[in-house]
């Protein structure tokens, strides 16, 4: 007994640690794309917006989820091991912005009203997922789940009402609004098909497990309220 409560205190201090650098590290390059943003020169504004808004996504993403689900918060709610296309994509964006900085020296820096456009499309985006995930509450998780759990409901009142997958709508236009920040136009425009298709695949196998789960119920409000994403129409029963 003694050795098991001996191996829980272990577990625990190591699932803290893996909380606290995670946290720690979003937390510095959050302040280094604030001090970019204040002290760096202006033409690497919209790098330093970037940046910020990178570090908020992935630690509100933790933060919610300890307040919505604590019961499945873990060191995968950051989102910081998404998928290898996640970082693939994240680097490509990268790549482009140095190229287009070298290439076209001073040109992003003219383009400042479209990186606040884009800013506020990431803002606009990430506030949508969160009330999402706040309003689903404890039935919101990052994984399609297999089974329905005992206190697993529907919901369809709130932000669910005007969409019935609002968290995807916020998180598809937040990662378009990345590259419209960056200024990236190659990126702006594969990020758009990209995501599009990840979200169709996404939804089609969502909503085949709630179908499973709710029926008839789901059946209705599929009926009433649309995806929320365009050309999107998810997995319907003919």
């Not at 098991?4 to 909380?19: C, D, H, P, T, Y």
């Not at 680097?91 to 800013?119: D, H, Q, R």
Request: overall charge negative; proline content about 3%; hydrophobic content about 45%.
């Amino acid at each position: 007994m003694v050795e098991s409560s001996g191996e829980f205190n272990n577990e625990l201090i190591i699932n803290f640690i893996q909380v606290a650098w995670r946290a720690q590290l979003l937390g510095v390059i959050l302040s280094f794309g604030i001090s970019v943003n204040v002290y760096g020169s202006d033409q690497y504004f919209s790098m330093a917006w970037y940046i910020c808004i990178m570090a908020m996504f992935h630690f509100s993403e933790f933060v919610v989820c300890s307040i919505i689900r604590p019961e499945n918060l873990s060191t995968d709610s950051f989102l910081l091991n998404h998928s290898k296309a996640y970082f693939l994509a994240a680097a490509t964006s990268w790549c482009e912005y140095c190229l287009e900085m070298w290439l076209f020296p001073g040109f992003k820096a003219n383009l400042y009203f479209v990186s606040c456009i884009g800013l506020l499309v990431c803002l606009g985006g990430e506030g949508l997922r969160k009330l999402a995930m706040f309003t689903a509450s404890s039935n919101f998780d990052h994984l399609i789940r297999t089974r329905r759990e005992e206190q697993h409901t529907l919901v369809t009142t709130g932000i669910y009402g005007l969409c019935r997958h609002p968290s995807y709508v916020g998180w598809f236009y937040w990662s378009i609004g990345t590259q419209i920040i960056l200024c990236n136009p190659l990126c702006c425009i594969a990020y758009t098909l990209v995501s599009w298709r990840f979200f169709y695949e996404r939804i089609f196998e969502e909503e085949m497990t709630l179908l499973h789960f709710f029926g008839r119920e789901y059946a209705t409000y599929q009926s009433k309220v649309p995806t929320g994403l365009p050309f999107i129409e998810g997995y319907l029963i003919s």
